[in-house]
């Protein structure tokens, strides 16, 4: 398998769909497979020091909320038109932000 597996879902274009529970939902089940994926990918023996194949900085679930909250915190990207988006956007962080 390669980073060019058909499951990968492009979350930068699915987080600008989101605008209601439904569609924040659908992020939010994406985002989830997206973390499952990576880690079926690297078949259990992530990349040290580095961001996995995929992108995930932050592996565990404490550190994904934790970095989700920080960002969250830094005020960026505040969508104050659309709360699921940003709701969808501070989860989204938790991916990369460190």
Same mark, same amino acid.
């Given at each position: ?21 439904? !569609?924040?939902?659908? *992020?939010?089940? +994406?985002? =989830? ?12 023996? &992530? ?12 592996? !565990?679930?404490?550190? *994904?909320?934790? +970095?989700? =909250? ?12 659309? &709360? ?15």
């Amino acid at each position: 398998m390669s980073v060019d597996d058909p499951r990968i879902v492009d979350l930068d274009v699915l987080l600008e769909t989101v605008h209601d529970e439904s !569609t924040f939902i659908d *992020f939010v089940d +994406a985002l =989830a497979a997206d973390f499952a994926l990576e880690k079926e990918l690297e078949d259990g023996k &992530p990349v040290p020091y580095s961001a996995g194949l995929l992108g995930w900085e932050n592996g !565990t679930i404490d550190n *994904f909320l934790g +970095a989700s =909250a920080r960002w969250g915190e830094t005020g960026v990207f505040a969508d104050k038109q659309n &709360p699921w988006r940003r709701c969808a956007h501070i989860l989204y962080a938790g991916k990369w932000y460190e």
